[in-house]
């Protein structure tokens, strides 16, 4: 099959030419698919798109009309896609449900330690001979209440790292899962883990239930100076009011690796230019806040496996006329 690929790095380049060997055609594309860039796809019978891409109605629509019958997305979530319109539009989506959720939980453990003990802030301390230690002061994980919001994949995995540190674990899901329970993780609700913890770690899917789970009214019902992190979606926090408890010193440090308007940002380098979004401009002046720009997933494993799966998914389409991991309407 001729597949455009949009949003394309050289890193995707080198893990997609190496699980294709040549099976299908693959037209790479450094923009990002939207309405307006959706005619590059021209001849291609199906588009490869990544997280940031807009697949609204406009842009499907285009698509369609271009004859594309599969979106092949190359990440698990899908809340960039308007499902509906896909389906009007007699498109398929599919997806990568699992590529390693390893290369996130332990994303995730690596922004709590750096922002705990300040090893950023150190490693440059040290590089310019500054040897002081104030202001570097951090705390054992140790006997800490870890509440992990979504016990899916990656949030199993931050669990059973969390408890080889000593801490308790307390968790929210919908559908509590008795392989987490089994771990010593205490199901709770959102109200008890947001009073119990000392860190606060998100791991569930942007829906309409989701959005702005960290609102306001959950930062006043947060332990004074909770450390929060998300490396789940942007949306699932409200950033004007994160930005509100960072400076009443309600949120004590915050880790992100996801941002709500991440779209106009992230994966591309942009050094020279002037960020013109004022909250995130905010967000880079605190000394408590640690940022990565949506790396969570970047290891050799994850993209070997998106590389693989997203192949896997346009050679049983090509076949069968339905992809292996179809992604469903609810
Ligand atoms: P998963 O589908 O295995 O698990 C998600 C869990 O969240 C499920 O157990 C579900 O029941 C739960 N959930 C749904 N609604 C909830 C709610 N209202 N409150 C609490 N929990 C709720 O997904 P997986 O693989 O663990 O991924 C989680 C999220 O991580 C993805 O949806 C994606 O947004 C994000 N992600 C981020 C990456 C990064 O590079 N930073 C890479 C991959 C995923």
Redesign the pocket.
């Known amino acids: 099959m001729r597949v455009a690929v949009f949003s394309t790095t050289s890193y995707d380049r080198r893990f997609l030419d190496a699980a294709n060997d040549h099976r299908h055609e693959l037209d790479y594309y450094e923009p990002s698919l939207s309405a307006a860039t959706a005619p590059l796809a021209g001849k291609a019978q199906a588009v490869c798109a990544f997280?940031n891409d807009t697949l609204d109605a406009p842009c499907l629509e285009r698509l369609a009309e271009g004859g594309i019958r599969l979106i092949a997305l190359r990440?698990?979530?899908f809340?960039n896609v308007d499902l509906k319109a896909a389906r009007a539009n007699g498109i398929m989506i599919a997806r990568v449900?699992?590529?390693s959720?390893h290369?996130?939980a332990e994303?995730t453990l690596a922004l709590i330690l750096t922002l705990n003990r300040k090893t950023h802030r150190a490693y440059n301390r040290v590089r310019e001979g500054n040897f002081s230690l104030e202001g570097l002061l951090g705390f054992d994980l140790h006997g800490k209440t870890i509440g992990v919001?979504?016990?899916?994949?990656?949030?199993?995995v931050m669990l059973r790292i969390l408890k080889g540190f000593g801490c308790n674990c307390l968790a929210?899901?919908?559908?509590p899962?008795p392989d987490v329970e089994a771990l010593g993780v205490r199901y709770v609700s959102?109200a008890e883990l947001l009073a119990q913890s000392h860190i606060i770690t998100?791991?569930?899917?942007?829906?309409p239930?989701?959005h702005h789970?960290i609102d306001e009214a959950a930062i006043r019902a947060c332990r004074p100076g909770v450390m929060l992190v998300n490396?789940?979606?942007g949306g699932?926090i409200d950033t004007r009011a994160v930005i509100t408890g960072l400076k009443s010193g309600a949120i004590g440090s915050l880790a992100l690796?996801?941002y709500e308007e991440e779209s106009e940002l992230f994966f591309r380098d942009r050094s020279a230019e002037i960020i013109r979004d004022d909250l995130f401009a905010r967000l880079l002046t605190f000394p408590n806040v640690l940022m990565t720009g949506?790396?969570?997933?970047?290891t050799q494993e994850?993209l070997t496996n998106i590389a693989e799966i997203t192949l896997e998914n346009i050679d049983v389409f090509a076949q069968t006329g339905r992809p292996v991991h179809v992604v469903e309407m609810a």
Do not use: M, W
Not at 172 to 175: H, I, S
Not at 294 to 298: E, I, L, P, Y
């Open positions: 997280v990440c698990a979530g809340n449900p699992a590529y959720p290369a996130v994303h919001v979504g016990t899916g994949k990656i949030g199993q929210v899901d919908p559908y899962d959102k998100l791991h569930c899917p942007l829906t239930e989701t789970f490396t789940s979606r699932v690796d996801v949506h790396q969570g997933f970047f994850a």
